[in-house]
């Protein structure tokens, strides 16, 4: 089956912009996780998705970063006023809901901020 | 609060040698989940093992084995053999009640 999608994988944007990156997670999967790793970083929590709900937000670095998952299924990372500092691989990942259920990552998108 | 600690940043060893990777946990809940990823140099993590809480067998898959030791919060992993293909960097993660936490991975070379 088809695994977790990121779009899109790269993403070049100036400095105040406003950016929306999409994941797309395996179908079934209630459970949705945004990451965000800088080079040589291990994935750094943002926000976690259980169905519709945000269960957990505590990852978001400020009021610009937003994410939504409205119907359950696709979510979206908003980041509001970007910074050069927003740069980074952010990662997206899909579970079942069970706690011993590994992560699926997708690909990452790439945003760089100029 | 969760972290997750993996002190060496990177590892170097011949091909066909064991290596062993480490990993510190800290946590609150009573009850939580540890596992390894690899992520490749195409990006991509990939889940590699998994382990609960409350149960400390340690086993073996194949050329990866791990050693979980609730007295001293780690949950070490251990790759027999190496292969130039293993090369990648590992991280370990920590899942309690809620979120997935993860260590700042070990890089692992491996030189044919």
């Known amino acids: 089956g088809a695994g977790v999608s990121q779009t899109p994988s790269n993403k070049v944007t100036e400095k105040g912009k406003y950016v929306e990156l999409r994941c797309d997670p395996i179908?079934?999967?209630?459970?949705l996780y945004w990451y965000r790793q800088s080079l040589g970083q291990g994935p750094e929590f943002l926000i976690y998705?259980?169905?519709?709900?945000?269960?957990?937000d505590s990852g978001l670095p400020n009021d610009r970063f937003f994410a939504v998952r409205p119907e359950g299924s696709v979510s979206t990372l908003k980041i509001q006023r970007t910074e050069r500092g927003d740069s980074a691989v952010y990662l997206c990942?899909?579970?079942?809901?069970?706690?011993?259920?590994?992560?699926?990552f997708g690909n990452g998108t790439r945003l760089t901020v100029t | 609060a969760q972290k997750v600690t993996q002190a060496q940043t990177e590892i170097s060893v011949v091909e066909k040698e064991d290596v062993t990777l480490d990993c510190v946990y800290e946590?609150?809940?009573?009850?939580?989940?540890l596992f390894w990823y690899k992520q490749p140099p195409s990006g991509e993590l990939v889940f590699l093992i998994r382990?609960?809480?409350?149960?400390?067998q340690n086993e073996i898959s194949g050329r990866y084995s791990w050693n979980f030791q609730k007295s001293t919060s780690s949950f070490n992993f251990t790759i027999t053999a190496s292969q130039v293909v293993d090369s990648a960097v590992y991280f370990c993660?920590?899942?309690?009640?809620?979120?997935?936490?993860f260590g700042t991975g070990t890089k692992l070379q491996v030189i044919p």
């Open positions: 179908s079934g999967h209630t459970a």
């Open positions: 993660a920590l899942r309690g009640y809620q979120k997935v936490t």
């Open positions: 998705f259980q169905g519709t709900g945000a269960a957990d």
């Open positions: 946590t609150r809940d009573t009850t939580y989940y």
């Open positions: 990942a899909s579970s079942l809901r069970d706690r011993d259920s590994p992560l699926h």
């Open positions: 382990r609960n809480s409350f149960d400390e």
